[in-house]
């Protein structure tokens, strides 16, 4: 069964603004891979290779996901961390609700917000009208 992670994307305002920002670091400019580092490699990390994705909540918002193609040990000036590797393809999802909380978790298959189509009338909305219809049951 596949599951998934969701992480809070600190710092970030939009799927746009998280975008824009891994388009200029030039960290990802050689790897076909997106990543981030955490403190711990998952458990179930081989139900999460079977298709899982790292979900990410943005404002409040589970808004957008990457697929997750890699976990990797890499060493930092604090020890041992784990390397999540995304793809590189961030995908739009619909808007969900989410509290902040610390860390990455798991996150069901069936609890999972479905994909936004690119080129859907939805998709070309701002954020926050996308939030406000959301909140009052339109979307």
Known sequence: MTIHIIKLCVGVDSVEHLMELRKNNPRYRTLDYHYHITRFKPKKAEEILDGGSIYWVIKG???????????????????????IKMDKKVHLTESQPRRAFQGWRYFEENAAPKDVSEKSEVAEMPMELKNDLKTLGLL
């Open 61 to 83: 918002f589970i808004l957008a996901r990457q697929r997750i193609i890699g976990f990797e040990d890499v060493q930092t000036d604090q020890g041992v961390k784990c390397m």
